[in-house]
């Protein structure tokens, strides 16, 4: 079965602590990217990586870090320095070229932080 | 102007009944746009890329209006199993990088 995983589904953190999401792959894409969804708002980028080894700041990545050491894997870290880490937060993989920019949705993450 | 806007809906409609989203963005340069749904507390999932000569998928049509900067989404015959956010999306500054729209909330009754 291809498509994106995110794990877990639910968590939940207190105050202080950093907290790691995960995001898993297997559709070969080349591009992932991390967004953030707050109640009655729209996606929000947070960061993105378009290649191996490499990614960019996003709309929102302060208290935020990333890494992408390999294709089918693109962790976010919610670090303490975020100041309102309590939201939904969405995975997605998708291509850059051939002029095709779908991006494709992993179930999410709700982080509750107290 | 924001980036890309939306109606916040919602918009109650009966079964059966034909509904039409516009979305307006301010990138006059941007080059691709999607449609996209999500349900309650779940992922978007992609419904439609709307091309430049509008197309159809079923119950689905898409349309784009460049000179005036807003897409439409039009669903005929709607059902129960529609009602969803409908989410306007724009390419950005850079390519691959989507600006979302906050999303018309649709809500089908019997």
């Known amino acids: 079965d291809g498509g994106i995983t995110q794990s877990p589904k639910y968590l939940f953190r207190k105050e202080g602590q950093n907290v790691t999401l995960s995001c898993e792959q297997n559709l070969n894409h080349d591009a992932m990217y991390w967004y953030r969804q707050d109640p009655g708002q729209g996606l929000r980028l947070i960061y993105y990586s378009q290649i191996v080894n490499d990614f960019q700041k996003g709309d929102i990545a302060e208290g935020y870090s990333v890494s992408r050491e390999k294709k089918e894997s693109f962790p976010l870290t919610v670090t303490s320095a975020q100041k309102n880490p309590t939201a939904f937060y969405l995975c997605?993989?998708?291509?850059?070229?051939?002029?095709?920019?779908?991006?494709?949705f992993g179930p999410g993450t709700r982080l509750t932080v107290t | 102007r924001k980036e890309v806007e939306q109606d916040p809906g919602p918009f109650n409609v009966p079964e059966g009944a034909t509904v039409a989203f516009n979305c307006t963005y301010s990138n006059s340069a941007s080059q691709s746009f999607f449609w996209y749904r999500q349900d309650c507390r779940k992922e978007p999932k992609l419904l439609m890329s709307v091309y430049s000569s509008g197309n159809e998928d079923g119950r689905f049509t898409a349309q784009l209006n460049r000179a005036s900067q807003y897409i439409s989404l039009l669903i005929r015959d709607s059902k129960l199993s529609d009602s969803a956010t409908y989410l306007c999306v724009v390419i950005g500054r850079s390519q691959g990088n989507l600006i979302f729209g906050k999303g018309t909330k649709l809500s089908v009754k019997p």
């Open positions: 997605a993989s998708g291509e850059t070229s051939g002029g095709s920019y779908e991006q494709y």
